[in-house]
T-cell receptor, first 111, second 112 residues
Framework: SQQGEEDPQALSIQEGENATMNCSYK?????LQWYRQNSGRGLVHLIL?????REKHSGRLRVTLDTSKKSSSLLITASRAADTASYFC???????????FGKGTSLLVTP | DAMVIQNPRYQVTQFGKPVTLSCSQT?????MYWYQQKSSQAPKLLFH???????NEADTPDNFQSRRPNTSFCFLDIRSPGLGDAAMYLC???????????FGDGTRLSIL
């Protein structure tokens, strides 16, 4: 069942600005992942943060995780038009293989 | 480059006519997944294989079947497609559970 919920559903910014997307989930997790999906394409894995980690960086991406609030955020710094895509958070259970994806945030970066 | 390949990218079938979607991988991953994604929605897991062990999600309709004849290939069979089955079907792989998944570009299925 769908567990993650992203906020906002849509975000429009200009190139060079930062974009922040939030994800909330309901049950305990092993780790949380963020994916990007360009229109008409498959999902691309961006970053995985484990439940015992609080922050993780990868290039212009910064992910935070607050397990007490059951929430995560994805920050994209100095955004580019090529960052235009949908961004999904995905949570897993401690056992099993299923990833539960949120509904996603649609990000539009205009030049 | 190692990758996940889905064929065809676009598939049109008639209402009730069986259709098969295919996925191949060169990553040699143990786990393969099939997701259904409808417009502006999250991907929904249909089933997955760990090696040859098949795992069906509880709410996957009986209309959907899957085969994994070897490590590299996995097929999604829709026995009698209905209009509600029109969607993007995504194949993904991973080394094991809870690890990053590698997705193909999907097959967009239309039902006439």
């Amino acid at each position: 069942s769908q567990q993650g919920e992203e906020d906002p559903q849509a975000l429009s910014i200009q190139e060079g600005e930062n974009a922040t997307m939030n994800c909330s989930y309901k049950t305990s997790i092993n780790n949380l992942q963020w994916y990007r999906q360009n229109s008409g394409r498959g999902l691309v894995h961006l970053i995985l943060i484990r439940s015992n980690e609080r922050e993780k960086h990868s290039g212009r991406l910064r992910v935070t995780l607050d397990t007490s609030k059951k929430s995560s955020s994805l920050l994209i710094t100095a955004s580019r038009a090529a960052d235009t895509a949908s961004y999904f958070c995905a949570t897993d259970a401690f056992s099993g293989y299923a990833l539960n994806f949120g509904k996603g945030t649609s990000l539009l970066v205009t030049p | 480059d190692a990758m996940v390949i889905q064929n065809p990218r676009y598939q049109v079938t008639q209402f009730g006519k069986p259709v098969t979607l295919s996925c191949s991988q060169t990553l040699n991953h143990n786990v393969m997944y099939w997701y259904q994604q409808k417009s502006s929605q999250a991907p929904k897991l249909l089933f997955h294989y760990y090696d040859k062990d098949f795992n069906n999600e509880a709410d996957t309709p009986d209309n959907f079947q899957s085969r994994r004849p070897n490590t590299s290939f996995c097929f999604l069979d829709i026995r009698s497609p209905g209009l509600g089955d029109a969607a993007m079907y995504l194949c993904a792989t991973s080394t094991s559970g809870n690890q990053p998944q590698h997705f193909g570009d999907g097959t967009r299925l239309s039902i006439l």
